[in-house]
């Protein structure tokens, strides 16, 4: 039997590191790749790297990220980019029958004024934070994509 084959996109970042530093114990190969490698916003390319893998499952840890200052200031780099590497891998993932796949959030999709400590449940019931807007509902989006995928073809494609 071979080894599960897992892409981690984002593999420099918080998560994607300690996802990575988890995995090494286990018995699958990681795939990672450098931005210069594979720019999860070039949509063709990102269905290449796809199609010429074999993964098994995708750890999507991958966002472009930053602080107040820089939410503030660039929110349509923030809701462009995110959208874009999200759709891109989400999407590609399924044409290549990607049976798993992660989609990490972030605390900050849940309203500004969310219950402590934050439930699920409480998932656009509020108004969110602004200076992050564009970044959480990139991720919101994301969210809503992967249960979309899931609902249309969860189980005539075996996928989770």
Do not use: W
């Amino acid at each position: 039997m071979s080894k599960p084959k897992i892409f981690i996109a984002g593999h420099k970042g918080m998560v994607g590191s300690a996802l990575v530093r988890l995995l090494k114990r286990k018995k699958v190969e990681i795939i990672t790749k450098e931005k210069k490698e594979l720019n999860l916003l070039d949509q063709k390319k990102v269905q290449t790297f796809f199609k010429n893998n074999e993964i098994d499952q995708v750890y999507l840890a991958a966002a472009k990220v930053g602080g107040i200052y820089a939410n503030s200031t660039y929110p349509a780099e923030f809701i462009y980019e995110n959208l874009m590497i999200q759709n891109n891998v989400i999407h590609s993932a399924f044409l290549s029958g990607v049976k798993k796949l992660l989609f990490l959030g972030s605390s900050c999709i849940y309203p500004k004024n969310a219950k402590q400590p934050i439930k699920e449940e409480e998932l656009l019931t509020g108004k969110l934070e602004p200076t992050n807007e564009p970044y959480a509902i990139a991720k919101i989006a994301g969210i809503k994509m992967c249960e979309s995928y899931n609902r249309q073809y969860g189980n005539s494609h075996g996928i989770d």
